[in-house]
């Protein structure tokens, strides 16, 4: 059974562009031959079994794109913030501190409930991937649309994630903001009045943004609550699940044949963010861990494969797997 691997064309969108009609799945080139299967992934639809599903992750899908914009377009209230600092005594400065924060602290909330929304499109993925009575890479075969959603979300996640980590600004604002909350004693009621961010919420926040990579570590502790609520199913069907769609990107990223039909260069960065989130994902909810021996990812291939890109579009990448 595990002597041969899947290996979907995980492109979705702008990739699919480029490679015309191409669906391709991909021998894992370290397994042992075993069948090529060819599935066609550009128009990768739905079908009535996924439908649902589907539907359902699709709703918070969309979104995705807006909340990348409006994270890399967040530009903190560090100015205001430091004049008010700097005088404490004038009040205006304070006011005009907090008038700046609030609307941002705003933003940071629906970020942090757009984490919650995803965790539940994950969950969802989950179960409708590694439902019985199919093997994992049965399932990724027949729920292609499905598949292709996992790769989007894990996609969106580590984008999330890179612009948060470059973005100081986020945890510098939310602190001001607890700091001023705590300082002033505002209570729930005041606070729910200015921008819905009561202490409760704002305590929640706080745990999700001082993560390195507070997107990454939701679907981790979602995955592995995933696995441990569940007893009856074995933790292989999801971890098997993770490490072909790994294996997967591994080879799009190293044969020649498939990497010269990138031409997109975000195609490329598709792929590396989607092999890095799944093994992230794996080393969590794997007992051994994804850098063990017996590990079923390539671990030397995959940062092989990492180390050959341009260093710039793949620092964070590493660094996110170390
Ligand atoms: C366990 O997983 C199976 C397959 O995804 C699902 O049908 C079942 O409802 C799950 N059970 C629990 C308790 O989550
Ligand atoms: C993940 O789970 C750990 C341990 O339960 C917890 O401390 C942490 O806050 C969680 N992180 C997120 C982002 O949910």
Known sequence: MFSWCVGVLLCCGWCLRFMGNLLKVLACSDLEHGPIIFLDFEHAQPTEAETAVWNQVSAVLEEAHGILAELQSYNGAGQEIREAIQNPGDLQLQEKA?????????????????SLRLENALRSLLEALTSPPYAPMQHLEREQALAKQFAEILHFTLSFDELKMTNPAIQNDFSYYRRTISRNRLNNQQLEAENEVNNEMANRMSLFYAEATPMLKTLSNATTKFVSENKTLPI?????????????????????????????????????????????LYDHVHPVGAFAKTSKIDMKGCIKVLKEQPSNSVEGLLNALR
Not at 98 to 114: D, G, Q, S, T
Not at 245 to 255: D, H, N, P
Not at 265 to 278: I, Q
């Open 98 to 114: 907090w008038n700046a924060v609030c609307p941002l602290v705003a933003k940071l909330k629906r970020f942090y409930e757009f």
């Open 236 to 280: 292989e069907d999801t971890t098997d699940c993770l490490s072909t769609m790994a294996c997967v990107c591994r080879v799009m990223l190293e044969t020649p044949e498939y990497r010269c039909r990138f031409t997109n260069t975000d195609t490329v960065l598709f792929c590396m963010r989607v092999m890095v989130g799944v093994i992230i």
